[in-house]
């Protein structure tokens, strides 16, 4: 089974901090995804990564940075907290040549609060 | 603007059929349309996925008009494990992991 783990499932900061979220995926999948999911909203793309040191942004990118330095990990860098990025944040991977299938792995979340 | 729009929620009964569609007014030409099932405190979870016409797994059917404008998970004899919420992806049609375009999900309850 594929298998994607983020590195915190709660995390509080507080304004201002420089937040990490790290994402972990042990299938060798060249595609990786950073997603933010708020209530009412669905789930809306942040950045994604489609080989290393490769980055493209998503729909709201802006307040985020990405890093994949390593094909395995994709990191999630909030460079200065604000509370409207209070939401869940959720990491995804995708096989090779997936192309237009959008047939992501999801991990399990990370609950950020921003005080 | 490419947008997708689904029922906010729908309730059913163990042993019923349920439909939820979903509308993508702006579809990519190429695009598989994707249904996705999350529980509390989990990630989404990849069901089914189609082009055209009518596709079936062994968890869901999905059904996909000409137009392609819209399309329809159908859960067969829904359970209480059912309850979840749906959601529907579809790359627009400007294209590019980009566009991804999820829903905003379809809350089911089933009851006993």
């Known amino acids: 089974d594929v298998k994607v783990t983020q590195s915190s499932r709660y995390l509080v900061k507080r304004t201002g901090e420089k937040v990490f979220l790290e994402c972990v995926q042990d299938?060798?999948?060249?595609?990786m995804f950073w997603y933010r999911q708020d209530p009412g909203l669905g789930l809306r793309l942040i950045y994604f990564?489609?080989?290393?040191?490769?980055?493209e942004k998503g729909d709201i990118p802006e307040g985020y940075s990405v890093s994949r330095e390593k094909k395995e990990r994709f990191s999630l860098i909030l460079e200065s907290a604000s509370t409207n990025q209070t939401s869940m944040y959720l990491c995804a991977s995708s096989p090779p040549g997936s192309g237009r299938t959008y047939e992501q792995y999801f991990g399990p979340g990370t609950r950020l609060t921003v005080t | 603007l490419a947008k997708t729009t689904q029922p906010i929620s729908m309730d059913s009964y163990e042993g019923q059929e349920v439909n939820i569609t979903c509308s993508h007014n702006n579809i990519a030409t190429n695009d598989y349309i994707t249904w996705y099932q999350q529980f509390p405190s989990q990630g989404p979870r990849f069901i089914i996925q189609g082009y055209k016409t009518k596709v079936t797994n062994e968890v869901a059917s999905l059904f996909i008009p000409a137009d392609r404008k819209s399309s329809t998970l159908s859960l067969p004899r829904v359970s209480l494990s059912d309850t979840a919420v749906y959601y529907c992806?579809?790359?627009?049609?400007?294209?590019?992991?980009?566009?991804?375009?999820f829903g905003a999900g379809t809350r089911l309850a089933v009851h006993p």
């Open positions: 990564s489609y080989d290393v040191k490769m980055k």
């Open positions: 299938m060798d999948h060249e595609n």
């Open positions: 992806l579809v790359g627009a049609a400007e294209g590019g992991y980009n566009k991804l375009i």
